[in-house]
């Protein structure tokens, strides 16, 4: 038996255009098939992008008009040098940009796709499907790029005054380096797959990439950004120069491209060299390298052997008699859908991506409210006293607004989402012998616990940094936990009436119009119910009545409202529950 590959009918470039072709082929006739509504929204969504593009130009103008003013030059004296390292810090974060994005796309196109075994079986050679791989998941990856990167290189050579050469070349020396971040993003692929399952690592990339992106996204709020000092522009422009040094193989594409710009031919045409060099260089060796590790088998199967698990011991019911209590005080399927519930939240890392999103909102949020000290802005002191002694009042309960907007933001995926997580296995479900009364209580508990404790934390943490008064917390930890419940009602109501169960991808699990009236009608539940809690406080102070009065009342019809909005959706989606996944 030969272990030779199969003789390809076509060369390399040939047989990789072909399947680019045919790529592309599906992509138009999916736009030509599509409704006219979704092709007038991509037509708008490219005509945005170009506005974008030409903004970003303009504005790269007039930043470099400032970089190069006598303002900036008295805070920096060696301006010039700053604005020349920009090309190699843009090109250099580029570079880094694809090496890291391209690595989730590989992981899916050379292991989670699926196709991979139908194209390695086809008359072509083995090398034209990697090259084809590396080529998909360049373009996205670059395309993206090429809309911040170009503007701002383009804004620099036309400040610059800058040659024709320099515009050509800054492409190519894009494109060049994406070739080599998605090779070597590929062999680093192929290297933890062969460690790790690759689901396994799809689902830790997916919860990396929603920490940082929400740190990032909300990153502005915790900086200061007001007053910006010299020496800070001086440090900046320290920064800049320190990527900007000939050793660096990330600085040679951006010196090379200044000089070349400038007029300096010789050792332009000298870096830019390199860098293709290296370029060339990386991307051929990780081409090659693709292949034979995916023909001698290396690169497709796990290297780590699974050890066979010891069996865990029964946990004793004396050992937790509060737990065992309460589970006896729970019918037994609804005991048993809470812990397969709660059982699939844990193991799944996407779930574990969705849920982290309120609790670092929610400690920014926390750091901000603590950094306030708990006192209004000061203004100009011609605000009333009435209305002084309000603001401070709603300043003492807005732990209660961050506390209930974690777990809102939680409640829009445990809840709204907890029929529809069951998918095609929801016939385990509808065939067992488990009321629809039992089924809605287990999926109310899944979604309202965690954001009950979630809630329930951050209250806990500011009020002791606010050192509130203990009638104080103990309203504030009812009126969490009232408000809670009736959105978690809400939500669960329409993502019973908009359960999916056939989907593929996760973020089909809902459909559109359920999931839009849900997120509006839990958001204006949330504030109506608060506002009942909150009004007689209010209304008390203002009165010049006991706060404490006003927190009885406020617990007394708060409790009432939201009592009936956790009560009457439940109820009215009831004798729908049967008759899902019947259509």
Not at 266 to 285: D, E, K, R
């Amino acid at each position: 038996m030969s272990l030779a590959p199969p003789q390809p009918s076509s060369g390399v470039w040939p047989a990789a255009w072909k399947l680019l072709r045919l790529r592309l082929l599906i992509s138009v006739n999916t736009f030509r098939r599509a409704r006219w509504r979704s092709k007038l929204g991509t037509i708008i969504l490219v005509l945005v992008v170009g506005g974008l593009m030409a903004f970003a130009f303009y504005a790269t103008r007039l930043l470099l008009g400032f970089l190069r003013s006598p303002e900036f030059t008295a805070g920096v004296p060696d301006a010039a040098a700053f604005v020349n390292g920009l090309p190699v810090v843009i090109l250099g974060t580029a570079f880094l940009g694809i090496l890291l994005t391209s690595f989730g796309v590989l992981l899916q196109a050379l292991y989670l796709a699926g196709d991979m075994d139908f194209l390695l079986s086809a008359p072509i050679p083995m090398r034209a499907v990697f090259l084809t791989k590396l080529l998909q998941a360049i373009l996205p990856n670059f395309g993206l790029v090429c809309l911040v990167a170009l503007p701002l290189l383009f804004g620099l050579g036309s400040v610059g005054g800058y040659n024709g050469a320099y515009y050509l070349l800054v492409v190519v020396a894009l494109a060049a380096l994406a070739l080599a971040a998605a090779g070597l993003s590929s062999l680093l692929v192929m290297s933890i797959v062969r460690l790790f399952p690759a689901r396994r690592v799809a689902e830790i990339l997916g919860f990396i990439g929603a920490v940082v992106s929400i740190l990032c996204s909300q990153s502005g709020q915790l900086a200061n950004f007001s007053n910006v000092s010299g020496d800070q522009m001086l440090g900046a422009a320290n920064l800049v120069a320190r990527f900007n040094t000939p050793w660096s193989p990330l600085a040679w594409a951006g010196r090379g491209l200044v000089q070349i710009g400038e007029g300096h031919w010789v050792s332009g045409v000298g870096l830019l060299g390199l860098t293709f060099g290296f370029a060339g260089l990386a991307f051929g060796i990780a081409l090659v390298s693709a292949e034979r590790l995916y023909y001698t088998g290396w690169a497709s199967l796990s290297g780590k052997q699974k050890r066979k698990k010891a069996p865990r011991p029964a946990r004793a019911a004396h050992r937790r008699p509060l737990m065992a209590h309460a589970g006896r005080s729970l019918p037994s399927p609804v005991r048993a859908i809470i812990s397969k519930d709660f059982a699939v939240l844990r193991r799944d890392l996407r779930n574990m991506s969705q849920m982290i999103t309120p609790i670092i909102l929610g400690i920014i949020y926390t750091v901000m409210l603590i950094r306030g000290g708990g006192e209004p802005p000061p203004g100009q002191g011609e605000a009333p006293e009435w209305f002084m002694s309000g603001f401070r009042n709603l300043l003492d309960y807005g732990n209660i607004a961050i506390a209930l907007f974690v777990g809102w933001m939680l409640l829009q995926r445990l809840a709204a989402m907890g029929f529809s997580h069951e998918g095609r296995y929801y016939w385990l479900l509808k065939t067992a012998p488990v009321s629809a009364s039992q089924l809605l209580a287990s999926k109310f508990a899944v979604a309202y616990l965690p954001a009950l404790a979630l809630g329930w934390g951050f209250m806990l943490v500011l009020s002791l940094a606010q050192h509130a008064s203990l009638a104080t917390a103990a309203s504030s930890f009812l009126i969490v936990g009232f408000c809670l419940a009736a959105v978690t009602s809400v939500n669960l109501a329409f993502g019973v009436a908009g359960a999916v169960f056939d989907w593929e991808d996760p973020r089909q699990m809902l459909r559109g119009s359920s999931g839009c009236l849900s997120t509006l009608a839990s958001a204006i539940c949330l504030p109506v119910c608060l506002a009942f809690f909150l009004g007689p406080v209010f209304g008390a102070v203002l009165l010049g009545e006991p706060e404490l009065a006003g927190q009885v009342i406020g617990l007394a019809l708060g409790g009432l409202v939201s009592t009936a909005c956790a009560l009457i959706p439940l109820f009215l989606v009831r004798s729908r529950v049967p008759r899902l996944a019947e259509g």
